[in-house]
């Protein structure tokens, strides 16, 4: 059984940093790309980033380039996204999704 489990979310000022974090099992993570997904308040699921299997290669959302950053540790079945000049319109639900499984989710808020 494929489980993902977020982590790391909070309440941040505007401007601010985070690091979320999706630790998976149940299926060989270094196999399969995996993204990370997210849902504000009040909307649908919004597609963020993907990473390759193996790392090499990374595709952003055009909302989020050049601001947050996915990695993935294999070695620890463990993949990352790191937050940075956060809006407040980066408010939502964050999710790590492996082709149509996703975690519990982990909420970010971006308030003053």
């Known amino acids: 059984e494929v489980q993902l489990v977020e982590s790391g979310g909070g309440l941040v000022q505007p401007g601010g940093s985070l690091r979320l974090s999706c630790v998976g099992s149940g299926f060989p993570f270094s196999w399969y790309p995996i993204d990370w997904v997210r849902q504000p308040p009040g909307k649908g699921l919004e597609w963020v980033a993907t990473i390759s299997a193996l790392g090499g290669t990374t595709n952003y959302a055009d909302s989020v380039k050049g601001r947050f950053t996915i990695s993935r540790d294999n070695a620890k079945n463990t993949l990352y996204l790191q937050l940075n000049s956060l809006k407040t319109e980066d408010t939502a639900m964050y999710y790590c999704?492996?082709?149509?499984?996703r975690g519990q989710g982990t909420q970010v808020t971006v308030s003053s």
């Open positions: 999704r492996k082709g149509s499984s």
